[in-house]
């Protein structure tokens, strides 16, 4: 699961700085090739561009010279120590259609985007974007949110499980983001607590100590089965009516600094229990999200 062909998109906006700065630091560690990569509409519009919020807007010439001399500056500043970059102008009108076909036509390993939350914060225009890469990507997606010091990413990981084959891919990509660390990599299901009624005390589930056993030896066998002693895992059992919100709630109490998870882009058809979470973690996860679309489906 080594990275070698990476895209990192800029909106120009401070969320896609760190994208940059993560998709550098990934692959300066796996010696990856960057395809930094502005997706532009070329259409006359009334006032300024969105995803140039400082540019003037001119001729469509004249406007692809100064969004290239941006991109530059971008790549200057935030990949001078990667060694393989490629810059790409993309004219299209959604920048989340055409950076999912980039990705499919350069075969790419990994996509970074950024990403703002929705609660209290406006949005940049990769940040509106970026659940949408991340359920249609042909590859996995690292929806970027600050990280205080990159040179540690990925730092402390945790990893979700439903028991699925397409969550064990995402604990499998964990892994491999792990490999070489000194710290523990947390696996994690979220069992759903019984709804309480207003001013009940809280009631346990039915046979809670059968369910939790059974969930207990169902991660121990998702531990050895993926991991196999490749990297320090601990297995931790969450409970909660809201899988997103408790996935969340650990990520925020335990400092994690990338929480992976895998996804799915299935419209109109009943998707895995963590694809139906994905969209709710992007916007409301304290640290860097990392998603997996593996291509079997349940």
């Not at 259409?43 to 400082?54: I, K, L, Q």
């Not at 892994?175 to 005390?201: F, N, Q, W």
């Not at 369910?211 to 066998?221: D, E, H, I, P, S």
């Amino acid at each position: 699961m080594k990275p070698n062909t990476i895209i990192v998109a800029t909106d120009f906006s401070e969320v896609s700085r760190e994208a940059l700065r993560l998709a550098g630091r990934v692959a300066s560690r796996h010696d990856a090739r960057v395809w930094l990569v502005h997706v532009y509409d070329p259409a006359p519009v009334v006032g300024p561009r969105p995803t140039v919020e400082h540019l003037e807007v001119g001729a469509s010439d004249d406007l692809s010279q100064q969004i290239e001399s941006e991109v530059e500056q971008r790549r200057a500043e935030l990949l001078g120590d990667v060694e393989d970059v490629v810059c790409r102008l993309e004219r299209h009108p959604s920048p989340a259609q055409r950076i999912v076909a980039l990705a499919a036509e350069l075969e790419a390993d990994l996509v970074v985007v950024g990403c703002h939350g929705r609660t209290g914060l406006p949005r940049a225009v990769l940040g509106s974007v970026a659940e949408q890469v991340a359920r249609h990507a042909p590859c996995p997606v690292l929806v970027a949110r600050d990280v205080s010091d990159v040179t540690a990413f990925p730092g402390a990981m945790a990893v979700c499980t439903d028991f699925t084959e397409a969550s064990g891919a995402a604990v499998d990509l964990a892994a491999s983001y792990a490999k070489g660390s000194d710290r523990t990599l947390a696996i994690l299901h979220v069992y759903p607590a019984e709804p309480e009624e207003p001013g009940a005390p809280p009631a346990d589930p039915p046979n809670v100590d059968e369910a939790f056993a059974q969930l207990r030896a169902k991660l121990q066998a998702t531990y050895q089965q993926r991991l196999g002693g490749r990297v320090a895992a601990e297995a931790h059992l969450l409970t909660g009516d809201d899988v997103a919100a408790a996935l969340c709630r650990y990520a925020a109490d335990h400092h994690v600094d990338l929480l992976v998870l895998a996804t799915r882009a299935r419209s109109g058809v009943s998707r895995a229990l963590l694809g139906s979470v994905t969209d709710s973690v992007l916007r409301h996860a304290p640290c860097s999200v990392l998603t997996t679309q593996p291509a079997t489906s349940d």
